[in-house]
């Protein structure tokens, strides 16, 4: 089973910075099957990424994805008040399981 | 607009089965996959499983053993049954879509459901 790390646990920023969430696999990861997601509290996940750096439907382009291998990256250019939540990276291996990160909380500082 | 409803007991007993439905709108149940995932109060989201339109599943390795999910098309909606539920199996439900054309992703999701188990 593959094992998704998340870094930094909290990150405190404030609004019109810039925010880089990191997401290491313990083993090799296609960029194809990785994909990032934003949560609120009381709120579902909303994909934001997928396929390591296309954005989803209705998605700002102030969030990119990166990466390869076992490191990707979101990027949240300059945040904005409504971004300040918990971002989960998963991913979809060859075993055919899916794994979640332990996510990242971004808030404000 | 693809749209997500769970339903089901918010309160299981210990050692029983716990049953959720989820109905999907706005969209057909073919040809995608449909997964579950739930969520402990405070803590992050866990895969439970998932199933295609024509019925083949996979499930977690860790609950393998208690998770059933299954399919009704002629009713666009989709089943999870969890056996011998423990304190721990508390947790908001989350059905969703998997997309699965050219890769794996998650991209509707139901509000959740808060499932207790608890005596």
């Known amino acids: 089973e593959i094992v998704l790390t998340q870094s930094p646990g909290t990150l405190s920023l404030s609004p019109g910075e810039r925010a880089t969430l990191s997401c290491r696999a313990s083993?090799?990861?296609?960029?194809?099957?990785l994909a990032w997601y934003q949560q609120k509290p009381g709120q579902a996940p909303r994909l934001l990424i997928y396929?390591?750096?296309s954005r989803a439907t209705g998605i700002p382009d102030r969030f990119s994805g990166s990466g390869s291998g076992t490191d990707f990256t979101l990027t949240i250019s300059r945040l904005e008040p409504e971004d300040f939540a918990v971002y989960y990276c998963?991913?979809?291996?060859?075993?055919?399981?899916?794994?979640f990160g332990p996510g990242t909380k971004v808030d404000i500082k | 607009q693809v749209q997500l409803q769970e339903s089901g007991p918010g309160l299981v007993k210990p050692s029983e089965t716990l049953s959720l439905t989820c109905s999907v709108s706005?969209?057909?149940?073919?040809?995608?996959?449909w997964g579950w995932i739930r969520q402990p109060p405070g803590k992050g989201l866990e895969w439970i499983g998932y199933?295609?339109?024509?019925?083949?599943?996979n499930y977690n390795s860790s609950l393998k053993s208690r998770v059933t999910i299954s399919v009704d098309m002629s009713k666009n909606q989709f089943s999870l049954k969890l056996s011998s539920v423990t304190a721990t199996d508390t947790a908001v439900y989350y059905c969703?879509?998997?997309?699965?054309?050219?890769?794996?992703?998650?991209?509707?999701w139901g509000q959740g459901a808060l499932v207790t188990v608890s005596s």
């Open positions: 396929g390591a750096s």
């Open positions: 199933i295609s339109y024509s019925g083949s599943t």
């Open positions: 083993q090799r990861v296609s960029s194809t099957y």
């Open positions: 969703a879509r998997l997309n699965a054309m050219a890769t794996y992703y998650f991209d509707y």
């Open positions: 706005g969209g057909s149940i073919s040809p995608y996959y």
């Open positions: 998963q991913q979809y291996g060859s075993s055919a399981e899916v794994t």
